[in-house]
């Protein structure tokens, strides 16, 4: 099978092609014209368009289907070449603004939310991706082509700033080396120029790939899936504490290297009479004591079966409110697309 040519950093590309600096036009031809074949790049050399196709796959992911809410989220299910599917989500986060006198202010802003694996090792107990097991991991082109579809698909210009989540399917950390190469090329200035400050890496903490993350200094964000606050109740609800405690989390997360005008984003998932009580609040404010950090607050996203319940919006605005008095920056996230079935596996469930 021919390697996806989306799967490449430019560097990389350079060097496997001659002369390299074709690199830099083949990128733009890619991500900034995003054409759909090799024919299609212009000032490319035609021996040079033979080799590539030769040596170089483009098909694009398949859309399996697209689901619209009420809120103007969308979800997309993609199939992939072996006919396994992985969903992403886009995610519109403030409309375009205009003055008085009708000039643009500001244009709309998105946020993406991208797979990273199809299923999930870690087995999370709350969690619909971690039921279907783990299937594969996805190849940085999969990843990357999340993105450049659903750009392409809502006329979305590829120069235009985006925001991306890898908090789709998967755990993007169990995935590290495709995911560093999707970060890497998504950064890329002749590509789509989405700095590592504008892409979020949830995690449900595996400390020691937190730590090498740290190393690589990309200057990616990071987002830590801690949803308990004792070691008890977070082994219960997801079993990677047993290999990686909370201390052991907390200790990479210090050691994390972060823009001084960031943060550390912790989510909270939010289950009703499990961890919603101000006791479970109090000990997050100690835990979190010495890191810039940022709280978000999730509700638990039913669905068919699930043991767990969305907590009350009053319980949920007591914690909110103790972790603010107590110093914290802390949102809480309605999950967007609940008509849709939003959280994480849930449109994939409904398909299959
Ligand atoms: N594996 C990574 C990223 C993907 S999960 C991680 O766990 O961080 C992205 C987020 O969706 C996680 O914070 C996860 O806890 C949350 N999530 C999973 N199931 C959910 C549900 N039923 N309702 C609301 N959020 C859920
Ligand atoms: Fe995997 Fe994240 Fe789901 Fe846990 S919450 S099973 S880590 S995708």
Same mark, same amino acid.
């Given at each position: 099978m021919k390697k996806s040519?989306? &799967?490449?950093?430019k560097e990389e590309l350079g060097d496997e092609?001659?002369? &390299? !600096?074709r690199a830099k036009q083949i990128f733009g031809w890619l991500y900034?014209?995003?054409?759909? &074949? !090799?024919?299609?790049?212009?000032?490319?050399p035609k021996a040079l368009k033979i080799q590539l196709v030769e040596k170089y796959d483009l098909s694009p992911l398949q859309i399996a289907k697209v689901e619209t809410s009420r809120d103007g989220s969308s979800k997309y299910l993609f199939r992939l070449f072996d006919g396994l599917t992985v969903e992403a989500v886009l995610l519109p986060m403030k409309k375009a603004e205009y003055h008085e006198d009708g000039t643009l202010l500001h244009h709309p802003k998105y946020t993406i939310c991208i797979s990273s694996q199809v299923g999930c090792k870690i087995g999370c107990a709350f969690c619909l991706t971690a039921k279907e097991g783990f299937k594969r991991d996805l190849t940085a082109d999969e990843i990357i082509q999340q993105v450049l579809i659903i750009k392409k698909e809502n006329s979305i210009p590829t120069n235009r700033k985006t925001n991306l989540v890898y908090?789709?399917?998967?755990?993007p950390l169990d995935n590290i080396n495709n995911v560093v190469n999707a970060i890497k090329i998504f950064a890329d200035p002749d590509g789509l120029a989405i700095s590592p400050r504008r892409q979020t890496i949830s995690t449900s903490g595996l400390s020691n790939q937190i730590k090498k993350l740290g190393e690589m200094n990309l200057g990616v964000l990071l987002a830590i899936s801690l949803h308990a606050v004792d070691d008890n109740l977070r082994e219960k609800l997801m079993p990677i504490n047993k290999a990686y405690n909370i201390k052991s989390i907390i200790d990479a997360v210090k050691n994390f290297p972060i823009d001084q005008r960031k943060r550390i984003m912790f989510e909270y998932l939010v289950m009703g009479n499990l961890n919603d009580d101000l006791k479970s609040a109090k000990k997050l404010v100690s835990l979190l004591h010495g890191i810039k950090a940022k709280v978000n607050l999730i509700y638990f996203n039913p669905y068919l079966n699930s043991p767990f319940q969305r907590p009350k919006p009053e319980n949920m605005q007591k914690f909110q409110r103790y972790l603010q008095n107590h110093g914290l920056i802390c949102t809480i996230r309605e999950s967007k697309g609940l008509d849709i079935s939003?959280?994480?596996g849930q449109l994939r469930e409904k398909t299959n």
């Open positions: 040519i989306y &799967s490449l950093t092609i001659k002369p &390299s !600096f900034d014209k995003n054409v759909e &074949s !090799f024919e299609e790049m212009k000032n490319i908090m789709g399917m998967g755990e939003a959280a994480c």
